[in-house]
Each structure stands twice: as structure tokens, then as C-alpha cells.
Antibody
Framework: QVQLQQWGAGLLKPSETLSLTCAVY????????WSWIRQPPGKGLEWIGE???????NYNPSLKSRVTISVDTAKKQISLKLSSVTAADTAVYYC??????????????WGQGTLVTVSS | DIQMTQSPSSLSASVGDRVTITCRAS??????LHWYQQKPGKAPKLLIY???SLQSGVPSRVSGRGSGTDFTLTISSLQPEDFATYYC?????????FGQGTKVEIK
């Protein structure tokens, strides 16, 4: 059964770069897209972007200028970088696998989530 | 972006009640609609994919319907473990979007 384990710095200052990594255990990295999703405290879910094993990416247009998602197939890891963070980027960040095919793709499973707080 | 609107935003219900949550898309999304349950401090859990397919391990009291722009999630007999927040999500567009969530609380 595929499990996702994520980690990264939990406290950042404004203007710094958020950096998170998600490792895939018990399954293949190939044949799937992998997404990052975030949830500000007490609010709903926002999709950040996705990547496949070949490095093809799609990003949320509202975050595209600040986001970089990358993949390391040898380590079976997906990484997220978000530059120039502000307090508005404070959220729990999740990685998730996109299961399904073509347009019918859903998020399952999910990582455990990482709380990132931006504060001076 | 495709906007997803859920209603209601919250509801109070009793154990045993039938509960229905609605999700409306701002444009046609065929059946590319999925439902998640989230409990406090936990990652969302997939309930329904493709508008009506029940994820393995999810109880049969949970069901989903709809296509095009209007979708529903129904819990036929609410159980204590069903009190949570529910989200819909579309995958018709490359830019995935979620509904704002529906919180199901104990009456």
C-alpha cells in the first residue's frame, strides 16, 4: 500500500522560500501525477500544482509565478518550493497522488500534512 | 478556473438522519467530480470518485450522484463517525479546484 511521508521547515520569515519534500513508499512513482495541496488554518483546500515522473508540471495560475515542483525518480521524492512567502501562505501543506486516468483523476492517498507558518 | 460551490456550508443533524450535500460547478465537468471527508487535524480521505464510484472501504451508506454541473453526496443514515467536513473537487480542468466545504455537526 502506497504511503506518502512529507517533511520540511515549519517556520519561515516573510520573503523566504518554502521548501517541502514528499517521499513515496510501497509503490511506483511512475504512471501517476503527484500534487501539492494546501489548507490555511480553518479554511478550505487549494490545489498548488502537480508533476509526473517525467517532470511535466501544471500549476495553479494564482501561484504559478512563485511555485516550483520537482521530482527525483531515483529517491522517489517530489519537492515543492514556494518563493517570497507572506503570512497568506501559512497553511498545512499536503502531498497527494493522483489516481485514475485521463480527466478522471482524484487524490488518494495523501501525505500526513506539514504546517508551515510564516511570521516575522 | 472552474468554481465549485457547495451547499449548505454547514448543517446540524442527528445520528440516523439522511444527509445530502450539493456541489455545483460553474461549467460542465461531465462526471469528473470527487468527494472527500476531512476530520480535524487529519488529511482528507477519498469517499467517492467519478461522481458515483464508492472508494474501497467506504461504507455503503455513502453515495454520490450527478453529472454535468450538479452533484450530490448523500449519507443515508448518519453515524457518529460521519461528523466531519466534506469537500468536492473537480478534475475536468487541469487546474484542480475544490468546493469550500460543508461541515456536518451534531444536532
Amino acid at each position: 500500500q502506497v504511503q506518502l511521508q512529507q517533511w520540511g521547515a515549519g517556520l519561515l520569515k516573510p520573503s523566504e522560500t518554502l521548501s517541502l519534500t514528499c517521499a513515496v513508499y510501497g509503490g511506483s512513482l511512475s504512471d501517476y501525477y503527484w500534487s501539492w495541496i494546501r489548507q490555511p488554518p480553518g479554511k478550505g483546500l487549494e490545489w498548488i500544482g502537480e508533476i509526473n515522473h517525467s517532470g511535466n508540471t501544471n500549476y495553479n495560475p494564482s501561484l504559478k509565478s512563485r511555485v516550483t515542483i520537482s521530482v527525483d525518480t531515483a529517491k522517489k521524492q517530489i519537492s515543492l518550493k514556494l518563493s517570497s512567502v507572506t503570512a497568506a501562505d501559512t497553511a498545512v501543506y499536503y502531498c497527494a497522488r493522483e489516481s485514475g486516468s485521463y480527466l478522471n483523476r482524484w487524490f488518494d492517498p495523501w501525505g500526513q500534512g506539514t504546517l508551515v507558518t510564516v511570521s516575522s | 478556473d472552474i468554481q465549485m460551490t457547495q451547499s449548505p456550508s454547514s448543517l446540524s443533524a442527528s445520528v440516523g438522519d439522511r444527509v445530502t450535500i450539493t456541489c455545483r460547478a460553474s461549467q460542465h465537468i461531465s462526471s469528473y467530480l470527487h468527494w472527500y471527508q476531512q476530520k480535524p487535524g487529519k488529511a482528507p480521505k477519498l469517499l467517492i470518485y467519478g461522481a458515483s464510484s464508492l472508494q474501497s472501504g467506504v461504507p455503503s451508506r455513502v453515495s454520490g450522484r450527478g453529472s454535468g454541473t450538479d452533484f450530490t453526496l448523500t449519507i443515508s443514515s448518519l453515524q457518529p463517525e460521519d461528523f466531519a467536513t466534506y469537500y468536492c473537487q473537480q478534475s475536468y480542468s487541469t487546474s484542480r479546484t475544490f468546493g469550500q466545504g460543508t461541515k456536518v455537526e451534531i444536532k
